[in-house]
């Protein structure tokens, strides 16, 4: 397992998603919680990205029954 640092550009480009909708993901608890590097900036475990991805995909894939 990886643990690189990546930054908030990096996963928004991996995801797709915007920043907001990412910080509101990750209030509700749906997204890996970022890591404080230092007083004003944050970071991502590369290895924790990664396997959210791998399960929206694998949760996509599965049959309709399967996702509720």
């Given at each position: 397992?990886?643990?690189?640092?990546?930054?908030?550009?990096?996963?928004?480009s991996?995801?797709?998603?915007?920043k907001?909708?990412?910080?509101?993901?990750?209030?509700?608890?749906e997204?890996p919680?970022?890591?404080?590097i230092?007083?004003?900036?944050?970071?991502?475990?590369?290895?924790?990205?990664n396997?959210?991805?791998?399960?929206r995909i694998?949760k996509?894939?599965?049959p309709i029954e399967?996702?509720?």
């Amino acid at each position: 397992m990886s643990n690189k640092l990546i930054r908030i550009d990096e996963v928004l480009s991996r995801t797709g998603y915007s920043k907001s909708w990412t910080y509101k993901l990750i209030d509700k608890g749906e997204f890996p919680k970022p890591v404080k590097i230092g007083p004003r900036s944050i970071a991502f475990i590369e290895s924790e990205i990664n396997e959210w991805i791998e399960q929206r995909i694998n949760k996509s894939r599965c049959p309709i029954e399967d996702n509720i």
